[in-house]
């Protein structure tokens, strides 16, 4: 045992960390909660907190306005497939930058963070035009591309981190046994990297999920995601917070699932080579 | 829940199998989450049942995210929507630019001289109708009756600006909850600037005089906003200045509200027994007045209407009419209750007996919707239309802004001076940009 | 190693990523240079022609313009120094020993899984509401006048919201980051008499340093551009109107397409400030 530490200390740390966990918690919490109650229990004076009639009347009042499965089968393809797009067209570009770096590759890592502080807002109207153009609004495909773009410098980046950890000696012997590029990326980079890759692949679905910019503003009806399902249970007339707190429950729990699950491949993911 | 789930889809896939066999048109509808509009949206099995050969897409968004969404759509010619949900200010400005389809052509039992006069010549251009309205409002005030009471004094049926601030300081209660008076001061000219140009209307301010030259600088806009801020400082709820109209409905149906002075659509869901705790202790009165001959009411109506870059012109105009009709109004009377229908919009509904009897409001509404007169809104002459807005494209952005400085001014960050003082730069400074 | 051949490999292999982005960047905002200098109001008839610089002074000479780039700063800023801050302190409370530590990741975690739409609705009706929020009904459990948060601390309001969702992830790579300390140090530190002080700021937080530097970075690209934070909550009042937002009111309220173009490029100049100040930093921490 490297630092000793006395069973009371342990005990003082715990209740410490479960105190701000729990608060940091709370909100999620408090929303999952108040989607089980009725509304007027949900804005009860005193709060209530386990003891009210569970109700699951309002999930199905959002169901019944709003077809959940479309949305989020929306969300699952957006999210999905710019984010395993993305990579694709990410690995090369973060391969080359890793084993072949030159005096620009640095320049060229940074430039292409920079275009992620491109405002979005200010291009809504030209990318707007184009998707006219090309008859890509409300499609998935637009919104496909259009995220993938906007996460493409964040991937390139992670996975230039984990493949710079990759010993260069691995490939040299490789390339000794007659492996071309092609091999050589699909057969022993890739498979070294898969960690990383997962991690890249947590981490921008995230990314993707919640971008609530474009996802709203380049759909309508068939292709809107989770985001804009949401949209339409903000501030209703009348009583609303259990409605609210069923949809938003609704909209989060895919992603808040998927990624307890994968923590730790996440956890390893958001250091962005900061961490040796 | 999964299980409901799952054969909700397996019933949706076959819905889809069965429906892909006759060619289907897809009519994509953009409305706002506003409850007639759900209650629509739930109906709308009725419509499909008729018309088997078209299917509806609905989009369904908060007010703002709508309103953002249509207008981007239409200004740039994107063409994703069959049918808009669009406002009495829209309609107007869309119309001139010919971005909406004209519904002269309606089928005779739809019946367009039944649209009520005021709302019909809001949405009519050059003598061409562009939208049909879906319901109709215009502004009231709603009072509880037992705390009137308890205050001992009557409302009248026109009640002036001071009866309304003697009557809010007598019903304030604050220790138990209770404000004398809600109003909207949440920031944007559909929310708290739809409130306060109406009411300055009723003490002789405008927003431009007859060459375009923003008025925020006149003394009548300094009493306006300086009588609003002493109402709500001392007998409104605490952070009015983020209520909206959804925010002070809360608050009226659990009873923390002696008056609101909003739309008339809020009258049947404060007297709605199942939302409100209140439903059997209100009652209506006119919007106030000063003696000038304007009233502080507005004229508002949600219309439906069709983008001219819509590809199914026709099912979408069916549609319209469907959601429109009178017997529209029959079958939302025959599964939620008379007093439920969407009002405002035809003088059929205020002469049918069944509706006066079951919505007390009825008559108060239709006052109150006539009262109204967008084409000689304030006192003096005024070179636009419009009660509660100025129907000119640049309304939205400048309304907006000067509402959040008289928001801000609300939340005690300015004072009454300073706020107008901002009104009146970044009005003229708007105005100058656009080309006035 | 780095033939020739492999060389001209690694650039073809770079250029769909390159290009792609390239395009992405530059095709907007070519558009978006182009609309900055005309008159282009969609609700008037669309494109009236070339105004020169008009819109760009315009943009600035607005009452809303500086306001809003302090803002925008104010945000960024206080968002920034609440998640390092407690970032750190929370990651040193984590990496201690204690029971059912997975768990409280998970806890600490979850903000971050969650849109920032469905969480500004969340903190704004269920917490921050004064009559019906959990805040106001803990507010007057004490006696105490219930605060309007969003309207009377907005700013406040706004970066502990945003604080919120953002605190998970600077916390891990915090985390993480001290996890790879090597605590041999720490145990040398430790007998030769360092105080938990010294300790802290003499091994600790330097070894962190590329960590922050990341987490600064990283949360920079995505602060200044937040928008449904703001959107979904005052809508811009109470002095919370950033850069992004003016924009926006330009562009999609005002539907004054010219001036939200110059406003467009504004901010592409700020961000870019911003980014050339990060990239020297970081540059120099991510060489090291």
């Known amino acids: 045992m490297a630092r000793s530490v006395t069973q009371q200390r342990k005990a003082i740390n715990t209740v410490a960390a479960w105190a ?116 890509m609004l409300d499609s998935r495909t637009g919104l496909i591309i259009v995220l993938m773009l906007c996460n493409l410098p964040i991937i390139v980046w992670m996975l230039y981190t984990y493949f710079k950890e990759i010993p260069g000696e691995i490939l040299e012997a490789a390339r000794m046994d007659g492996a071309g590029l092609k091999e050589e990326i699909l057969y022993v980079l890739t498979p070294m990297a898969i960690p990383g890759i997962a991690s890249t692949l947590l981490l921008n679905i995230i990314l993707a999920w919640n971008e609530a910019f474009w996802t709203l503003n380049l759909t309508a009806a068939k292709a809107a995601p989770l985001t804009a399902f949401i949209a339409s249970y903000s501030s209703p007339e009348g009583l609303f917070y259990a409605k609210l707190s069923a949809a938003s429950t609704m909209a989060i729990a895919p992603i808040l699932i998927l990624g307890w699950f994968s923590q730790k491949q996440l956890v390893r993911g958001l250091t962005f080579g900061a961490v040796k | 829940m999964y299980l409901r789930n799952a054969l909700c889809a397996a019933s949706a896939l076959a819905v889809m199998a069965a429906g892909a066999v006759q060619a289907e048109t897809t009519v994509t509808i953009a409305t706002v989450n506003n409850g007639d509009m759900i209650r629509m949206q739930g109906l709308a099995d009725d419509f499909t049942a008729q018309h088997p050969d078209i299917k509806l897409e609905w989009v369904t968004l908060e007010e703002n995210v709508l309103r953002q969404r249509v207008t981007q759509d239409i200004a740039s010619k994107g063409g994703q929507f069959d049918v808009m949900t669009i406002g009495t200010y829209e309609v107007p400005i869309w119309a001139k630019n010919n971005w909406l389809v004209s519904l002269n052509d309606m089928p005779s039992e739809w019946d367009a001289d039944d649209i009520l006069p005021a709302i019909r010549g809001g949405l009519t251009v050059d003598g061409n109708l562009y ?306 | 190693m780095a033939t020739q051949h492999s060389r001209s490999a690694a650039r073809i292999m770079m250029a769909p990523a390159v290009i792609l982005l390239l395009g992405w960047m530059l095709v907007p905002l070519t558009m978006t240079l182009l609309f900055s200098f005309k008159k282009y109001l969609p609700l008037r008839g669309g494109d009236l022609g070339w105004v020169g610089f008009d819109n760009y002074i315009r943009f600035v000479s607005s009452s809303a313009f500086w306001p809003s780039v302090q803002a925008t700063l104010v945000i960024v800023g206080g968002v920034l120094a609440i998640t390092v801050i407690f970032g750190v302190l929370l990651a040193l409370l984590l990496d201690q020993p204690m029971w ?125 551009s937040i928008f449904a934070e703001i959107f979904v909550t005052t809508g811009g009042s109470f002095g919370t109107r950033t850069l992004t937002f003016l924009i926006f009111q330009r562009v999609l309220e005002s539907q004054n397409v010219g001036l939200g173009s110059a406003g467009g490029v504004y901010a592409i100049i700020l961000a870019n400030i911003v980014a050339a100040f990060l990239m020297r930093i970081v540059g120099k921490n991510l060489d090291a």
């Open chain 1, 20 to 135: 701000v966990g729990l608060l940091i918690f709370f909100p999620i919490l408090w929303t999952i909660l108040t989607s089980f109650k009725t509304e007027a229990q949900a804005i009860n004076d005193p709060p209530l907190f386990f003891f009210f009639d569970w109700t699951l009347e309002n999930y199905a009042v959002v169901q019944e306005r709003s077809d959940y499965m479309r949305f989020l089968w929306n969300s699952i393809a957006i999210a999905g497939g710019s984010t395993v797009l993305g990579i694709i067209i990410a690995i090369p570009a973060a391969w080359s930058m890793a084993f072949v770096p030159s005096k620009r590759t640095k320049d060229i890592l940074l430039w292409m963070l920079s275009t992620k502080m491109l405002p979005a807002v200010g291009v809504l109207y030209p990318i707007y035009l184009i998707f006219i153009r090309l008859g």
């Open chain 2, 131 to 436: 939208a049909a309205p879906f319901y109709g409002e215009s502004s009231m005030v709603m009072y509880r009756t037992d705390l009137m009471e308890k205050a001992g004094l009557e409302m009248p049926d026109a009640p002036t600006w001071e009866f309304i601030k003697e009557a809010a300081a007598g019903m304030t209660d604050k220790d138990s909850e209770v404000y004398g008076i809600c109003l909207r001061g949440k920031a944007g000219w559909g929310e708290n600037m739809a409130f306060l140009t109406a009411m300055s209307n009723s003490f002789g301010a405008k927003w431009f005089d007859e060459n375009w030259t923003a008025q925020f600088d006149s003394e009548a806009w300094k009493t306006t906003l300086t009588f609003y801020m002493d109402l709500m400082t001392n007998y409104g709820p605490p952070g009015a200045s983020t209520n909206g109209f959804n925010e002070n409905l809360s608050l009226f149906q659990q009873g923390k509200c002696g008056m609101w002075i909003d739309a008339t659509v809020a009258a049947s869901f404060v007297t709605n027994p199942n939302d409100s705790t209140v439903a059997d202790k209100v009652g209506f009165a006119l919007a106030p007045d000063n003696g000038l001959g304007k009233r502080g009411n507005w004229l508002w109506a949600w219309t439906l209407a069709v983008p001219a870059g819509s590809d199914a012109t026709d099912e979408a105009k069916t549609f319209i009419e469907w959601a429109t009709s009178k017997s529209y109004t029959e079958l939302v009377a025959s599964k939620e209750g008379w007093a439920n229908v969407p009002p405002g919009t035809r003088t059929s509904l205020y002469e049918n007996q069944n509706y006066l009897d079951a919505a007390p409001f009825a008559e108060m509404t239709l006052n109150s919707i006539n009262a109204a007169d967008p084409t000689n809104p304030s006192v003096d002459p005024v070179p636009y239309t419009g009660v509660q807005f100025v129907a000119i494209p640049e309304f939205a952005g400048i309304g907006t802004q000067v509402g959040q400085e008289f928001s801000a001014a609300l939340a005690g960050q300015q004072s009454v001076d300073e706020a107008l003082a901002k009104a009146q730069a970044l009005t003229t400074d708007e105005m100058e940009a656009a080309g006035y």
């Open chain 3, 100 to 224: 059912g530590q997975g768990i409280v990741r998970i806890l600490v975690i979850a903000p971050f899984f969650v849109m920032p739409t469905v969480s500004a609705l969340v903190w704004k009706n269920m917490f921050m509401d004064p009559v019906n929020g959990l805040f106001a009904h803990l507010w007057k459990a004490f006696g105490a006048e219930p605060i309007s948060w969003l309207s009377e601390a907005s700013m406040q309001s706004i970066i502990l919201i945003v604080s919120w969702q953002w605190l998970p992830f600077a916390t891990l790579i915090l985390l993480t980051a001290i996890q790879s300390l090597d605590s041999e140090q720490l145990e040398a530190a430790e007998m030769d008499g360092a105080s938990p002080l010294a300790r802290f700021g003499y091994i600790i937080l330097p070894h962190l340093g590329r960590a922050i530097t990341v987490v600064v970075l990283i949360q920079t690209i995505f602060l200044l």
